[in-house]
T-cell receptor, first 114, second 111 residues
Framework: DGGITQSPKYLFRKEGQNVTLSCEQN?????MYWYRQDPGQGLRLIYY???????QKGDIAEGYSVSREKKESFPLTVTSAQKNPTAFYLC?????????????FGPGTRLLVL | GDSVTQMEGPVTLSEEAFLTINCTYT??????LFWYVQYPGEGLQLLLK?????DKGSNKGFEATYRKETTSFHLEKGSVQVSDSAVYFC??????????FGSGTRLSIRP
Protein backbone atom coordinates (compact mmCIF):
# COMPACT_ATOMS: atom_id res chain seq x y z
CA ASP A 1 0.00 0.00 0.00
CA GLY A 2 1.19 3.52 -0.73
CA GLY A 3 1.72 5.83 2.19
CA ILE A 4 4.05 7.47 4.66
CA THR A 5 5.77 5.63 7.47
CA GLN A 6 7.43 7.16 10.49
CA SER A 7 9.61 5.41 13.00
CA PRO A 8 9.90 4.91 15.83
CA LYS A 9 6.45 5.52 17.30
CA TYR A 10 8.01 6.60 20.60
CA LEU A 11 11.52 7.95 21.09
CA PHE A 12 13.34 8.87 24.26
CA ARG A 13 16.14 11.40 24.33
CA LYS A 14 18.71 11.98 27.04
CA GLU A 15 20.10 15.41 27.81
CA GLY A 16 22.71 16.50 25.27
CA GLN A 17 21.84 13.71 22.85
CA ASN A 18 20.98 14.03 19.17
CA VAL A 19 18.18 11.80 17.91
CA THR A 20 16.92 11.14 14.38
CA LEU A 21 13.32 10.57 13.36
CA SER A 22 12.69 8.58 10.22
CA CYS A 23 10.17 9.45 7.50
CA GLU A 24 9.72 7.37 4.34
CA GLN A 25 7.11 7.70 1.58
CA ASN A 26 6.35 5.54 -1.45
CA UNK A 27 3.86 7.94 -3.00
CA UNK A 28 6.45 9.33 -5.45
CA UNK A 29 5.85 12.81 -4.02
CA UNK A 30 8.42 15.51 -4.61
CA UNK A 31 7.62 17.61 -1.53
CA MET A 32 8.06 16.53 2.09
CA TYR A 33 7.48 18.35 5.37
CA TRP A 34 8.16 18.10 9.09
CA TYR A 35 5.75 19.55 11.64
CA ARG A 36 5.79 19.76 15.39
CA GLN A 37 2.56 19.45 17.38
CA ASP A 38 2.33 20.53 21.02
CA PRO A 39 -0.71 19.86 23.24
CA GLY A 40 -3.60 22.18 22.46
CA GLN A 41 -1.75 23.79 19.60
CA GLY A 42 -1.80 23.53 15.87
CA LEU A 43 1.00 22.23 13.71
CA ARG A 44 4.14 24.30 13.28
CA LEU A 45 6.39 23.82 10.26
CA ILE A 46 9.99 22.87 11.06
CA TYR A 47 11.51 22.17 7.64
CA TYR A 48 10.29 21.35 4.18
CA UNK A 49 11.80 20.06 0.97
CA UNK A 50 10.38 20.51 -2.49
CA UNK A 51 12.96 18.44 -4.31
CA UNK A 52 15.83 16.07 -3.63
CA UNK A 53 18.99 17.71 -2.25
CA UNK A 54 17.14 20.90 -1.38
CA UNK A 55 15.28 21.99 1.75
CA GLN A 56 14.15 25.19 3.47
CA LYS A 57 13.62 26.27 7.05
CA GLY A 58 10.11 26.56 8.31
CA ASP A 59 8.87 28.66 11.20
CA ILE A 60 10.69 26.84 14.02
CA ALA A 61 13.87 25.35 12.50
CA GLU A 62 16.25 26.21 15.34
CA GLY A 63 17.62 23.09 17.03
CA TYR A 64 16.66 20.82 14.14
CA SER A 65 18.37 19.58 10.97
CA VAL A 66 17.24 17.58 7.95
CA SER A 67 18.60 15.93 4.83
CA ARG A 68 16.97 14.93 1.54
CA GLU A 69 19.37 12.61 -0.24
CA LYS A 70 16.61 10.43 -1.66
CA LYS A 71 13.16 11.32 -2.93
CA GLU A 72 11.44 8.87 -0.61
CA SER A 73 13.26 9.78 2.61
CA PHE A 74 13.34 12.95 4.75
CA PRO A 75 14.90 12.25 8.19
CA LEU A 76 14.72 14.87 10.95
CA THR A 77 17.47 15.20 13.56
CA VAL A 78 16.61 16.82 16.86
CA THR A 79 19.89 18.22 18.13
CA SER A 80 21.00 18.99 21.67
CA ALA A 81 20.46 22.66 20.82
CA GLN A 82 16.69 22.09 20.90
CA LYS A 83 15.96 22.79 24.56
CA ASN A 84 12.33 21.76 24.59
CA PRO A 85 12.03 18.80 22.23
CA THR A 86 9.14 16.97 23.90
CA ALA A 87 6.35 16.97 21.28
CA PHE A 88 4.56 14.92 18.64
CA TYR A 89 6.37 15.08 15.29
CA LEU A 90 4.49 14.64 12.05
CA CYS A 91 5.92 14.08 8.59
CA UNK A 92 3.92 14.80 5.45
CA UNK A 93 4.33 14.73 1.69
CA UNK A 94 2.59 16.18 -1.34
CA UNK A 95 2.91 16.53 -5.07
CA UNK A 96 4.20 19.77 -6.54
CA UNK A 97 2.04 22.14 -8.53
CA UNK A 98 -1.72 21.60 -8.84
CA UNK A 99 -2.90 19.48 -5.94
CA UNK A 100 0.00 20.34 -3.67
CA UNK A 101 -2.40 21.57 -1.04
CA UNK A 102 -3.34 18.00 -0.20
CA UNK A 103 -0.70 16.77 2.22
CA UNK A 104 -0.53 13.13 3.27
CA PHE A 105 0.58 12.58 6.84
CA GLY A 106 2.43 9.80 8.57
CA PRO A 107 1.28 8.40 11.95
CA GLY A 108 3.75 10.52 13.91
CA THR A 109 6.59 10.03 16.39
CA ARG A 110 6.26 11.07 20.01
CA LEU A 111 9.56 12.32 21.43
CA LEU A 112 10.10 12.36 25.17
CA VAL A 113 13.05 13.64 27.17
CA LEU A 114 14.45 11.48 29.96
CA GLY B 1 0.87 37.29 7.84
CA ASP B 2 -1.66 34.63 6.98
CA SER B 3 -3.45 33.02 9.89
CA VAL B 4 -6.34 30.76 10.84
CA THR B 5 -8.54 31.11 13.92
CA GLN B 6 -10.89 28.35 14.99
CA MET B 7 -13.15 27.91 17.96
CA GLU B 8 -11.53 26.53 21.06
CA GLY B 9 -12.51 23.16 22.33
CA PRO B 10 -13.23 20.82 23.66
CA VAL B 11 -16.65 20.46 22.10
CA THR B 12 -18.81 17.73 23.60
CA LEU B 13 -22.06 16.66 21.91
CA SER B 14 -24.51 13.81 22.13
CA GLU B 15 -24.80 11.36 19.25
CA GLU B 16 -27.03 12.64 16.40
CA ALA B 17 -26.58 16.27 17.44
CA PHE B 18 -25.82 19.02 14.93
CA LEU B 19 -22.19 20.10 14.76
CA THR B 20 -20.67 23.47 13.89
CA ILE B 21 -16.99 24.29 14.33
CA ASN B 22 -16.20 27.89 13.46
CA CYS B 23 -13.16 28.88 11.43
CA THR B 24 -12.10 32.29 10.14
CA TYR B 25 -8.98 33.25 8.27
CA THR B 26 -6.75 36.18 7.41
CA UNK B 27 -4.87 35.99 4.14
CA UNK B 28 -3.75 37.80 1.04
CA UNK B 29 -6.06 37.09 -1.86
CA UNK B 30 -8.25 34.00 -1.92
CA UNK B 31 -6.37 31.00 -0.55
CA UNK B 32 -7.50 27.40 -0.76
CA LEU B 33 -9.13 26.30 2.51
CA PHE B 34 -9.16 22.89 4.20
CA TRP B 35 -10.39 20.87 7.11
CA TYR B 36 -8.11 18.12 8.38
CA VAL B 37 -9.07 15.50 11.00
CA GLN B 38 -6.77 13.76 13.47
CA TYR B 39 -8.00 10.59 15.15
CA PRO B 40 -6.35 9.58 18.45
CA GLY B 41 -2.70 8.59 18.05
CA GLU B 42 -2.66 9.19 14.31
CA GLY B 43 -1.49 11.75 11.79
CA LEU B 44 -3.81 14.17 10.03
CA GLN B 45 -6.12 13.26 7.17
CA LEU B 46 -7.62 15.69 4.69
CA LEU B 47 -11.37 15.80 5.35
CA LEU B 48 -12.50 18.33 2.75
CA LYS B 49 -11.34 21.39 0.84
CA UNK B 50 -12.56 24.36 -1.16
CA UNK B 51 -10.43 26.27 -3.61
CA UNK B 52 -12.52 29.33 -4.46
CA UNK B 53 -15.24 31.54 -3.04
CA UNK B 54 -18.69 29.97 -2.63
CA ASP B 55 -17.29 26.47 -3.16
CA LYS B 56 -18.66 23.85 -0.79
CA GLY B 57 -16.38 21.03 0.28
CA SER B 58 -18.02 17.85 1.55
CA ASN B 59 -17.01 14.41 2.74
CA LYS B 60 -18.38 11.77 5.15
CA GLY B 61 -21.41 13.94 5.91
CA PHE B 62 -19.28 16.98 6.79
CA GLU B 63 -19.62 20.22 4.82
CA ALA B 64 -17.92 23.61 4.75
CA THR B 65 -18.59 26.60 2.48
CA TYR B 66 -15.92 29.13 1.47
CA ARG B 67 -17.36 32.54 2.43
CA LYS B 68 -15.12 35.38 1.25
CA GLU B 69 -17.45 38.06 2.60
CA THR B 70 -16.97 36.83 6.14
CA THR B 71 -13.57 35.15 5.55
CA SER B 72 -14.99 31.99 7.07
CA PHE B 73 -15.01 28.25 6.44
CA HIS B 74 -17.19 26.74 9.19
CA LEU B 75 -17.40 22.95 9.47
CA GLU B 76 -20.88 21.43 9.83
CA LYS B 77 -22.45 18.01 10.15
CA GLY B 78 -26.11 17.31 10.57
CA SER B 79 -25.90 14.24 12.79
CA VAL B 80 -22.65 13.30 14.51
CA GLN B 81 -21.58 9.81 15.51
CA VAL B 82 -19.28 8.53 18.23
CA SER B 83 -16.76 7.68 15.51
CA ASP B 84 -16.49 11.40 14.66
CA SER B 85 -14.65 12.01 17.94
CA ALA B 86 -11.30 13.51 16.90
CA VAL B 87 -9.40 16.77 16.64
CA TYR B 88 -10.37 18.95 13.69
CA PHE B 89 -7.98 21.47 12.11
CA CYS B 90 -8.92 24.31 9.81
CA UNK B 91 -6.13 25.33 7.43
CA UNK B 92 -5.28 27.47 4.42
CA UNK B 93 -2.67 27.42 1.68
CA UNK B 94 -0.63 30.59 2.02
CA UNK B 95 0.70 32.72 -0.82
CA UNK B 96 4.09 31.12 -0.11
CA UNK B 97 2.56 27.69 -0.84
CA UNK B 98 2.75 26.60 2.78
CA UNK B 99 -0.19 25.25 4.77
CA UNK B 100 -1.11 27.31 7.82
CA PHE B 101 -3.04 25.34 10.45
CA GLY B 102 -5.40 26.54 13.14
CA SER B 103 -4.89 25.36 16.71
CA GLY B 104 -7.37 22.50 16.42
CA THR B 105 -10.74 21.76 18.04
CA ARG B 106 -11.20 18.56 20.01
CA LEU B 107 -14.64 16.99 19.47
CA SER B 108 -16.05 14.35 21.79
CA ILE B 109 -19.34 12.60 21.03
CA ARG B 110 -21.31 10.90 23.82
CA PRO B 111 -23.27 7.74 22.95
Amino acid sequence: DGGITQSPKYLFRKEGQNVTLSCEQNLNHDAMYWYRQDPGQGLRLIYYSQIVNDFQKGDIAEGYSVSREKKESFPLTVTSAQKNPTAFYLCASSIQGAGQETQYFGPGTRLLVL
Amino acid sequence: GDSVTQMEGPVTLSEEAFLTINCTYTATGYPSLFWYVQYPGEGLQLLLKATKADDKGSNKGFEATYRKETTSFHLEKGSVQVSDSAVYFCALMSSASKIIFGSGTRLSIRP
